[in-house]
């Protein structure tokens, strides 16, 4: 894989933690487990792929051939 990928997987990695940790702060009444942090994690980084390929199809014109897989690895 490319550096743009690495870049991309660090920078989701960053704010995934940043957000599982205000998430659960946030909440002082949930017992946090290992379960429910892999459970938010999942869930943001769904989220984050999602809004990153959204993101790229918006600046390429919304063209229907455009892959998220494709940009990351440089194609």
């Known amino acids: 894989m490319g550096d743009r990928y690495e870049m991309f997987v660090a920078e989701m990695e ?3 933690n940043e957000a ?3 998430y659960f702060k946030a909440r002082p ?18 989220a984050y792929k999602q809004q990153a390929e959204t993101i ?3 600046k390429h014109g919304m063209k ?12």
């Open 29 to 46: 009444q949930l017992f946090v487990t290992a379960e429910k942090e892999k459970i938010f994690e999942a869930g943001f980084e769904r």
């Open 56 to 58: 790229e199809l918006l």
């Open 14 to 16: 960053s704010a995934r």
């Open 20 to 22: 599982c940790e205000a």
């Open 64 to 75: 229907g051939d455009y892959d998220l897989y494709q940009w990351l690895i440089g194609l």
